[in-house]
């Protein structure tokens, strides 16, 4: 199986460079099984055909090299673990063809065809393949591989480290597989024999400039300026945005290009259309299946996370704010359990592992910038047929919800206690020692210290609107601000001072300023803190000084004789002004 379209020429010569794939490609024990792996569209099939061109070139007679190119599989239902041995074999036998009769001497040619393929008999039939070339001295085996995260289900996983074992265990191959990292399952990465390497973007940033270059030069002299084609400037402006927007992602870059090719005119966009349709299935994925267990966590509320989220946290912080988008939990914790945690990776990799990148800080980010534009944008606004069940949260409530999660942690009864408050005349020592125990703080609760950071930014770009004002009956019931925001509510004072210091020292450690006089004061710093947030003065405390507005009181009723009154009157006006009609007629 072939890629549709070869590497740019000058492409992928970067790989030859990595002390890695040479040790591999001169079979150097003991790298004789590498795993290369990249983020979604960052060219690893395109590669893949490259490191195939270099083995081939220095085959000899006696070699076999064998490939399995999964992107190029068209049904979903092929692309596992049985799929990948079938090839493998078919790709060596039909190379050593001597070797048929010794593998498949029990099954008769006319049952050939009706032959059940189960993952048992494939991995029968390859251990007989393997041991077959294992006595077939002289000669050197490599298994290429490319896209095996496309067998990575939920229903296969088991099947993918069974597949690990027996593709790339003891044998006579090398072996090369490029994929997705994979993440969630102990060890799969790790196998023993196996070595490492993680595409950078560094890596392809070359690559894409050269593939831009070669097509981008393509559409200026095929259609010329007088027919909507670019002239040099326009080329070499169109060649720059496009290799800086594809941000390491080949596959957006060709997608744009696509697109150019068919109209020179159009503006760049940051979704494709190719690549909306690619997004639309992967989300089909979340969709429950029948006889499935419900996931750990919710796909839809990680993806919303990661696209609004202020700065990315640590998959434990994450872990307990995904609990609380639906204000599911209520309880103290702070970090999931390890079971968790794995559970957390494994639905993400085997789910939307293409819209989301694993950080080495152990963090969740957008694999791209055109996720978050397709997460955020209308179906309509779209140049896709999207089912509208897919569209994800408008921004505003996507912010609601986690406005609303990080002041229900802030709001838990551990955040009552500050702790030492800062000193009115503090020594270097009283200084620090409050500095230590902020620092503290944040590192024991992850969650808390992005929530207490960041809570009052969310509010604002979900359009809440900040009022100092007590809670009353006309109001919304929910009223976390006033909690939170005003410091001498019966029981919120301590509260307030809580996450403030944290806030404070986010905003201002790093500049050294924690290690001058912290306000102390948590009325002092609400002012501060809403204009950070954006807020316009008039959502802001009193003028000037910081002070909360006095509590608007509502209107006192009119006293029923006053009522009395009123009606007396306007009946006096209405009568007299009939009178005066009447005699004017008369008149």
């Known amino acids: 199986m072939r890629p549709e379209r070869k590497p740019t020429d000058g492409t992928c010569r970067w790989i030859e460079g990595e002390p890695t794939f040479c040790a591999w490609r001169r079979d150097e024990n003991p790298v004789t099984k590498l795993w290369i792996h990249g983020r979604f569209g960052t060219g690893k099939t395109y590669l893949a055909e490259y490191i195939r061109s270099l083995v081939l070139a220095a085959e000899t007679p006696q070699d076999v090299t064998t490939c399995c190119f999964l992107d190029d599989v068209v049904d979903p239902r092929h692309c596992n673990t049985t799929s990948v041995l079938r090839i493998l074999m078919h790709g060596v036998l039909s190379v050593r063809q001597h070797l048929i009769r010794e593998c498949l001497g029990d099954v008769p040619p006319e049952h050939m065809a009706d032959f059940a393929w189960s993952w048992d008999a494939a991995r029968r039939l390859w251990q007989r393949v393997r041991d077959a070339l294992q006595g077939d001295g002289g000669t050197r085996h490599v298994l290429i591989i490319d896209g095996l995260d496309r067998c ?3 229903l296969h996983v088991r099947d993918l480290e069974d597949f690990l074992e027996c593709a790339a ?10 994929s997705r990292p994979i993440w969630g399952i102990p060890g799969l990465q790790m196998r023993p024999g196996f070595s490492l ?5 560094a890596d392809t940033a070359n690559d894409i400039a050269a593939m831009v270059d070669a097509r981008a030069s393509s559409i200026s002299i095929g259609d010329g300026e007088e027919n909507g084609g670019w002239d040099d400037e326009k080329t070499a402006t169109m060649i720059q945005k496009i290799t800086e927007g594809a941000a390491g992602m080949y596959r957006w870059a060709a997608m744009v290009l696509d697109g150019l090719e068919a109209n020179p005119s159009a503006e760049i966009p940051l979704v494709p259309p190719r690549l909306v349709q690619r997004y639309d299935n992967i989300l089909k994925r979340i969709q429950p299946r029948e006889g499935e ?14 696209v609004c989220q202020q700065r990315p946290m640590k998959e434990e912080a994450l872990l307990k704010g995904l609990s609380l988008l639906d204000n599911q939990a209520t309880t103290d914790l702070e970090t999931g359990s390890a079971l968790d945690l794995e559970a ?11 819209l989301v990148a694993f950080t080495k800080d152990r963090t969740y980010v957008p694999a791209h910038a055109s996720v978050r534009e397709y997460l955020t944008t209308a179906p309509g606004d779209l140049a ?6 897919f569209q994800y949260h408008d921004k505003e409530a996507a912010h609601l919800k986690i406005y609303r999660a990080c002041t229900l942690h802030l709001g838990q009864p551990r955040s009552r206690d500050p702790g030492d408050p800062w000193p009115a005349e503090p020594s270097d020592a009283m200084r620090q020692a409050w500095i230590d125990k902020v620092e503290g703080r944040i590192a024991d609760h992850p969650f808390s210290a992005y929530a207490g950071h960041w809570w009052l930014r969310h509010a604002y770009l979900s359009g809440t609107k ?24 019966p029981g919120g004072k301590q509260q307030a001072l809580w996450w403030k210091e944290m806030w404070w020292h986010a905003e201002h450690g790093h500049e050294g300023a924690a290690m001058k006089a912290f306000p102390g004061n948590a009325e002092s710093l609400v002012k501060e803190m809403l204009e950070w947030a954006s807020f316009t003065p008039s959502q802001s405390p009193g003028p000037g000084n910081g002070t909360p507005r006095p509590p608007s009181r509502p209107p006192r009723p009119w006293p029923t004789w006053v009522k009395v009154l009123i009606v007396l009157v306007v009946l ?3 009568g007299g002004g009939t009178g005066a009609g009447v005699a004017l007629n008369k008149g």
């Open 293 to 306: 267990d419900p996931p750990v966590v919710k796909l839809k509320n990680v993806l919303l996370w990661i």
């Open 152 to 154: 990575l289900d939920r």
């Open 466 to 489: 900040i009022s100092l004002n007590p809670p009353s009956r006309n109001r919304e019931p929910r009223a976390e601000h006033w909690v939170l925001l005003r410091p001498r509510e």
């Open 197 to 201: 390497y993680e595409m950078q973007d």
């Open 169 to 178: 265990g003891t044998g006579p191959f090398r072996v090369l597989i490029l």
């Open 344 to 354: 957390l990776q494994r639905e993400i990799s085997t789910r939307i592992g293409e």
């Open 384 to 389: 896709s047929s999207r089912d509208p069940k």
């Open 572 to 574: 006096a006006a209405i």
